[in-house]
């Protein structure tokens, strides 16, 4: 019984588009350096994109000042200019006033922070993926960003489906219950401490498997605020997925939600251990 609520359309397209998630994961992560950045970066502008359609400026000037402050950004990162980041936004903020100023009183307000919020919550945010690939052995912690986010996300939807009887946020997510939530905290955790038991020998830190164990753990915290955030602009909005890019799941927002709010977390405690 608990077996056939798997075996739907549904799920096979979930899965068969997260295998492929998984393999352009895998192939652009281990090669790193300039394809990685160049695959953030694009996955970056379409998300950017999403959210900006969400609020209504995807085409108008605000908007597009957002995608040029993406580009920009990422060309920093690229010559290692990161010291510059700061005069990029406040540069972004002091354009976007300028248009609200002589476009008033056709341009709101709401367009001016909408495009300084996406530039940051998505772009900014998802560059940490990049940074802590390319960051002190990079190659090993920065699936701990996947193992908390996708890793636990389909622990919670095993769990979830297979378990679920209690509401975790019905008004938000109707899908997602306190079972799952459950599953995907502890199967996080039994994940980055396999993965640490794995390569062991590659990281560079004492007692790798508790650490990833409690590491992945609190990102799979993290990773559930990360989806109901996401959830609550749509709701806001009253749309149910950010677009169609990625069958099964949605769009770029809908499948990095919680990887926008993982990333900047992981490359935090990679900093302190």
Request: some cysteine; hydrophobic content about 55%; glycine content about 8%.
């Amino acid at each position: 019984m608990v077996i056939s609520k798997f075996m739907n359309k549904s799920f096979y397209e979930r899965l068969f588009s997260g295998i492929i998630l998984v393999i352009i994961a895998l192939i652009t992560i281990i090669l790193g350096n300039d394809i990685l950045l160049v695959t953030v970066g694009i996955v970056s502008l379409i998300g950017l994109y999403e959210m900006n359609r969400v609020f209504g400026i995807e085409k108008y000037a605000t908007g597009i000042l957002s995608y040029i402050a993406v580009i920009i950004y990422y060309a920093m990162l690229r010559f290692d200019m990161m010291t510059y980041v700061p005069f990029l936004i406040v540069a972004l903020l002091i354009a976007c006033m300028a248009i609200y100023v002589f476009e008033f009183p056709k341009c709101k307000t709401e367009q001016v922070m909408a495009a300084i919020f996406g530039t940051i919550y998505v772009a900014v945010m998802l560059s940490f993926v990049y940074l802590v690939r390319m960051g002190n052995n990079g190659a090993y912690n920065v699936w701990l960003i996947f193992l908390c986010s996708w890793g636990s996300d389909t622990c919670a939807y095993v769990f979830g489906v297979a378990f679920g009887k209690h509401k975790m946020a019905p008004v938000l997510s109707p899908k997602k219950s306190i079972e799952g939530a459950i599953g995907g905290v502890v199967g996080a955790a039994v994940l980055g401490a396999v993965y640490a038991s794995v390569f062991a020998d590659k990281i560079t830190i004492n007692n790798p498997v508790i650490v990833f164990a409690v590491i992945c753990a609190v990102g799979a915290l993290i990773s559930m605020v990360g989806d109901l955030a996401a959830s609550a602009i749509k709701r806001n909005h009253d749309i149910k997925d950010y677009g169609r890019l990625i069958p099964g799941h949605g769009g770029i927002m809908d499948r990095f939600d919680s990887v926008i709010y993982v990333a900047p977390v992981i490359w935090i405690l990679v900093q302190i251990f």
